[in-house]
């Protein structure tokens, strides 16, 4: 408070501060740069506009949390409310698919998507951040609860994955064997 209480040129009188006495010259005084409204035209544009962004996505993240709760038995009206497009996905299971991105590659998403209420009752889920401003809700219209698969359901698939693997073997030794020649 002394140093930009004096004058350029001046000296204090004693002064104490928490790292003991002082005694002040003010040798020069510099005013700070104060930017031209040209030059930071731009950034209050962008600040605003990411505001305003900001506020509207709170808005429809409500309506959204709302209506998927309020209308728990279809997707339809928040669909229509919000102007959202409607999507399906199969072959849903418990854990993240590798490969798997969006949504069903979140895990929040998929426990409340299994959980009891989505399962038995068949309403839509709560509105789940994903983060990056985006939400979503989903709702189960088919259930087929895990279970071991019949020899019968399965032969096939296990022949085509054990004539893969021979052939990849023999194609391996084939190698080596051109290789070493």
Do not use: C
Request: proline share 3%.
């Amino acid at each position: 408070q002394t140093a930009f209480a004096m004058q350029k040129g001046a000296i204090s009188d004693l002064v104490e501060s928490e790292f003991g006495f002082h005694i002040i010259e003010l040798t020069d005084v510099k005013q700070p740069a104060i930017p031209s409204f040209a030059s930071v035209r731009e950034k209050i544009i962008n600040d605003l506009k990411d505001q305003q962004a900001q506020r509207k996505f709170a808005e429809v993240a409500e309506t959204f949390a709302n209506t998927v709760y309020e209308q728990s038995e279809s997707l339809q009206p928040t669909v229509e409310k919000l102007g959202l497009k409607l999507r399906t996905a199969e072959g849903v299971t418990r854990e993240p698919q590798a490969g798997v991105e969006g949504a069903l590659a979140n895990q929040a998403f998929l426990d409340a998507l299994f959980a009891s209420d989505s399962i038995d009752n068949k309403r839509n889920t709560d509105a789940i951040d994903l983060g990056a401003s985006q939400m979503v809700s989903g709702r189960v219209v088919a259930y087929q609860p895990a279970k071991q698969l019949a020899f019968e359901e399965v032969s096939e698939r296990v022949k085509a994955l054990y004539v893969e693997q021979q052939s990849a073997a023999l194609a391996k030794q084939a190698g080596a064997a051109k290789l070493a020649e």
